[in-house]
C-alpha cells in the first residue's frame, strides 16, 4: 500500500506539556488506520496537528509526498483532509442540509451544486429523513453521522474521526461501523481515534498506540492486543493472553 499520509518526527508542546513526542508513522492509501492510547496520550493534538489546526513545533505530515504541516485549516481541507470532532460540532439553529453544505462548499462554487453535493453525501449518511430538521433536533448518533457528513462533502482523501463511537449503544455503533466501512469502500482512506476496543480493532489493519505523548507501538489488532506493554499502559488486563 502506497503511503497516502507520512508524519515524520513530530513533537508539539503547550507550555510545559509535551502533547506528542517524536512521532513517526504511515498511512496507506485506503487503510483504515486505528489510533489507540489512555486519556491524554496525545491523540486529538496529533488529530489538530495533521488537520492544520495546530502547526507542530518539530517534524512534518506530509500529503502524498507533499508537505501539509503548518499551513492552516483551510489550505488542509483543500488538500483532502477532513475531520469530525470529538465533542459534535453541527450549527444547531441550521438545517442538516445548511451544515452539510458548508462542507460541500470547501468544493462547489455554487449553491446548486453545493447543495446537490450535499443531498448525495446526506443520503450516503442515512441521514435523508432529517435533511430539513434543524441539527439540534437530532439524536446523538445522528449528530454524529451530521458530522461524518459535513467532512465527507468536503471531498476528502483522508478522513480523520474522534471517537466517532463513543457514546453510543451496541447497536448505533454497528451502524456506525458499517458507515466508515462504507466510507473506505469510497476509496477514503481513514484514521480513526477510539476507545472502545471491541468495535474499533476489527475494523483497522493497523493500530498506532501513543502513551504520555509517544509511540508506543504500531501493530495489527492481534498484535496490539499480545503487546504487554499496551495492556499494561491501556488496555488492562481482560487483554492479557491466558496463562
Ligand atoms: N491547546 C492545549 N493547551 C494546553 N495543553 C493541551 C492543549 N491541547 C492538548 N493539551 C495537553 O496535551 C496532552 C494530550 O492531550 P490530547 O487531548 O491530545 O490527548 P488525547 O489522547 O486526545 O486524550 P483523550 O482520550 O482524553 O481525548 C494533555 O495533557 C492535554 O492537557
Known amino acids: 500500500m502506497p503511503a497516502l499520509l507520512e508524519v515524520r518526527e513530530l513533537s508539539k508542546s503547550f507550555g510545559g506539556v509535551a502533547a506528542n513526542v517524536d512521532i513517526s508513522f504511515d498511512v496507506g492509501q485506503g487503510e483504515i488506520l486505528g489510533l489507540i492510547g489512555p486519556n491524554g496520550a496525545g491523540k486529538t493534538s496529533l488529530f489538530n496537528s495533521i488537520s492544520g489546526e495546530v502547526t507542530p513545533d518539530r517534524g512534518e505530515i506530509r500529503l502524498e509526498g507533499v508537505r501539509v504541516s503548518g499551513l492552516g485549516p483551510v489550505a488542509c481541507a483543500a488538500r483532502g483532509i477532513a475531520r469530525t470532532f470529538q465533542v459534535v460540532r453541527s450549527f444547531d439553529s ?4 445548511e451544515n452539510v453544505m458548508v462542507g460541500a462548499f470547501a468544493r462547489a462554487r455554487r449553491t446548486r451544486a453545493a447543495m446537490a453535493l450535499a443531498e448525495e453525501t446526506i443520503d450516503f449518511c442515512g441521514l435523508t429523513g432529517r435533511i430539513d430538521r434543524p441539527a439540534w433536533s437530532l ?20 478522513l480523520l474521526l474522534d471517537e466517532m463511537l463513543t457514546g453510543l449503544t451496541p447497536t448505533e455503533a454497528q451502524a456506525g461501523v458499517q458507515l466508515v466501512r462504507d ?9 480513526m481515534v477510539e476507545h472502545v476496543m471491541e468495535v474499533v480493532l476489527p475494523l483497522v489493519s493497523r493500530a498506532v498506540v501513543l502513551n504520555l505523548g509517544r509511540v508506543l507501538t504500531i501493530g495489527s489488532p492481534a498484535e496490539i492486543v499480545r503487546n504487554p506493554e499496551v495492556i499494561r ?7 492479557a493472553p491466558a496463562a
Do not use: C, D, F
Request: charged residues 25%.
Open 94 to 97: 441550521m438545517t442538516v442540509l
Open 139 to 158: 439524536s446523538p448518533p445522528e449528530k454524529r453521522r451530521l458530522e461524518v457528513a459535513r467532512a465527507l462533502a468536503t471531498g476528502p482523501r483522508l
Open 183 to 191: 466510507v473506505q469502500a469510497r476509496g477514503v482512506t481513514i484514521i
Open 233 to 239: 499502559a491501556y488496555l488492562g488486563e481482560k487483554y
